[in-house]
């Protein structure tokens, strides 16, 4: 059996739960990168959603990316123990559940991202008896995600689909609203809320067609697009 390259990505899992990380986290992630000469590392807070109903876990978000003291080469980043331990206190006086701290993080710098053996032994010191998620990065804007699971037993998925999510902004959408109802005036005639199904979505964008505000290949483009199954077309193309 072929050994996969360390260094080379496969193609990334999708798991049954959503991973994802907040989008100013990310960018924070970023900046350290750009900054750092090499290596860094730092530890993220997790956050699990649950099913009301079940109680499975159905998506892990990272929520922040907390920078910790440590000493850093080009090739090696070592975390220091009493300044993890002095971060659980922080977050405890301001409230945060120490048990979120639940992502570490290290960026490669100028390297490839992959999980290398001392990765390995790193996560391993970091086994909690539950899950860990851990992200490597680098600075050419490469990611690679995995998620471990130590019970009953230690296995994980070394590169799972993750998606960056945008922040919920108080008020932000009642602000877009109004400034979208003042500025916006749609045509009733092409966009009528209560045609939704597949023909007449289509029928709306043939309409366009015709007076030229798309061509015949955009038009395709936008029916691929919107994934509508050609027989279930009362008029298909
Ligand atoms: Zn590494």
């Not at 993750?162 to 005639?189: H, I, M, W």
Request: charged content about 25%; glycine content about 6%; some cysteine.
């Amino acid at each position: 059996m072929r050994n996969w390259p360390k260094n080379q990505q496969r193609e990334r899992v999708q798991l049954g739960i959503k991973i994802q990380v907040d989008a100013v986290a990310m960018q924070k992630l970023w900046l350290w990168a750009d900054m750092a000469k090499g290596e860094f590392s730092c530890l993220g807070l997790v956050d699990d959603i649950r099913d009301a109903n079940t109680g499975a876990v159905t998506a892990l978000i990272v929520t922040d990316f907390i920078l910790i003291k440590q000493q850093s080469s080009s090739d090696e980043t070592e975390l220091d123990p009493a300044a993890v331990a002095e971060l659980l206190m922080e977050l405890e006086t301001q409230g945060i559940d120490g048990n979120k701290l639940r992502c570490w993080c290290h960026s490669h710098g100028d390297l490839s991202v992959f999980f290398s053996g001392q990765d390995d032994r790193c996560i391993e010191g970091l086994a909690n008896g539950e899950w860990l998620l851990s992200l490597v990065v680098n600075k050419q804007r490469d990611s690679m995600i995995r998620l471990d699971q130590f019970h009953p037993c230690h296995l994980y998925v070394s590169d799972c689909v993750f998606d960056v999510v945008y922040p919920q902004v108080d008020g932000l959408a009642e602000a877009c609203l109004t400034e979208f109802k003042a500025k916006v005036r749609e045509s009733q005639n092409v966009f009528c809320r209560a045609r939704r199904n597949a023909a007449d979505r289509v029928q709306d964008l043939k309409i366009a067609q015709e007076r030229g505000a798309l061509t015949m290949d955009e038009l395709q483009d936008e029916i691929d697009w919107m994934g509508f199954d050609y027989d279930e077309l009362e008029t298909p193309f």
